[in-house]
């Protein structure tokens, strides 16, 4: 089973700054990574696929970089809806798995 | 719109049992892969099982989930045997982004989620 491990568990941020999201895979990935945002009470929601291709109707202040077994998700500049929780996930073999997740909380 | 609503969670006794159902609308239903993932209270995500052109488990439930489908329905199920209080979490139900075939395993839909508590 591949470990996904993100980092830092949780960062406090202003509206406006700019913050980047990593998560590191146990074994290679190539591109097969995706991020989800999940707020209190929702579901998650698709925000990234193939490490760095934006899912439809999600903002350009979203972008994710990576291969391999480094990844980031960073987001411009931070406005009040993002403050939620970010999940890595990984999906080029079975079992799929999830990063335990970032909370991003307001400074 | 797409959109999927999942149902049957509840309280069950360890041992017990329960089938969960996601009803499908908005989409092809029987054009597309579907998920369960589940998320224990204050935890992460954590995918269960996968149809697609066959089905996948995670080992922890492998011999006590099985996932069906019926496209006549428009509905996945999640037939849970041998409950215990690990299996208490949020269980929700997710579409693949892109129509099968894929190996392009994410997830564009997901459902509100049903509760499953496991207690006696």
């Known amino acids: 089973e591949i470990v996904m491990t993100q980092s830092p568990a949780t960062v406090s941020v202003s509206p406006g700054e700019r913050v980047t999201l990593s998560c590191r895979a146990s074994q290679s990935l190539s591109s097969d990574l995706a991020w989800y945002q999940q707020k209190p009470g929702q579901p998650p929601r698709l925000l990234i696929y193939g490490a760095s291709t934006r899912a439809t109707g999600i903002p350009a202040r979203f972008s994710g970089s990576g291969s391999g077994t480094e990844f980031t998700l960073t987001i411009s500049s931070l406005q009040s809806e993002d403050f939620a929780v970010y999940y890595c996930q990984m999906y080029n073999s079975w079992p799929l798995t999830f990063g335990g997740g970032t909370k991003v909380e307001l400074k | 719109e797409v959109q999927l609503l999942e149902s049957g969670g509840g309280l069950v006794q360890p041992g017990g049992s329960l089938r969960l159902s996601c009803a499908a609308s908005g989409f092809s239903f029987s054009n597309y892969f579907m998920i369960w993932v589940r998320q224990a209270p204050g935890k992460g995500l954590e995918w269960i099982s996968t149809i697609a052109s066959t089905t996948y488990y995670r080992d922890s439930v492998k011999g006590r989930f099985t996932i069906s489908r019926d496209n006549s329905k428009n509905t996945v199920y999640l037939q849970m045997n041998s409950l215990s209080p690990e299996d208490t979490a949020i269980y929700y139900c997710?579409?693949?982004?892109?129509?099968?075939?894929?190996?392009?395993?994410?997830?564009?839909?997901w459902g509100q989620g049903t509760m499953v508590t496991v207690s006696s």
């Open positions: 997710a579409k693949y982004i892109y129509p099968s075939p894929t190996v392009t395993r994410v997830f564009d839909t």
